[in-house]
Structures are given as C-alpha cells and as structure tokens.
Nanobody, 114 residues
C-alpha cells in the first residue's frame, strides 16, 4: 500500500522560504515520477513541479526560478525548496506519485502573508 506524507508547510512572510517534504512508503518511489500540486479554495488542484525517475525537473512558469524540486531515492523522499514566496503561493500543497495515479498525500498548508 502506497502512502505519501507531506510536511513542512506553515506561515511565512512575503519573500520568505519554506521546504516541503514528501515521504513515500510502499516500494514504488524510485521508479516513478513525483509531483507537487497546489490547490486554493474553489479551484482545481494544479501541478507546480515534477521530477521524473531520472531526476529531470519541470516547473510551471509562476514558480520557475523560485522553487526547486529534488528527490532522495535512498530515503524515498521528495523535497521542494520554495524561495521568494509570494501571497499568491498560498495554497494547500500535495505530493503525487506518478503522473496519473490516485496516490496523493494528505496536503500541507502554506500561507504567505503580505
């Protein structure tokens, strides 16, 4: 059974930084891409960044240059370093295993105050 557990969210001022972590269990981590999504009230969940099994990364334009995604296959962990945070980054952040799976974490709240 795959489980994903996020941590690292919190309240930060504009311009601040946070590190989000996603720890996976269940044995499928190293062979799958992993992604971070975020969701605001009343909106659909949207992908923010993806790292494939080989470590190649992609980002949406609104976070490119500010967020960095990485993975540690030995620890079954995915990290997203978020710098220069803006109020519009406020959302619940979720990690997802693979591109189309139903394996999601429970979410972690990120709030950026202006």
């Amino acid at each position: 059974q795959v489980q994903l557990v996020e941590s690292g969210g919190g309240l930060v001022q504009t311009g601040g930084s946070l590190n989000l972590s996603c720890v996976a269990s269940g044995g499928l981590f190293r062979v799958n891409a992993m992604s971070w999504y975020r969701q605001t009230p009343g909106q659909q969940r949207k992908v923010v960044a993806t790292i494939d099994a080989l470590g190649r990364t992609t980002y949406t334009d609104d976070v490119k240059g500010r967020f960095t995604i990485s993975r540690d296959n030995e620890k079954n962990t995915m990290i997203m370093q978020m710098n220069s945070l803006k109020p519009e980054d406020t959302a619940v952040y979720y990690c997802r295993l693979g591109y189309f799976s139903n394996y999601w974490g429970q979410g972690t709240q990120v709030t950026v105050s202006s």
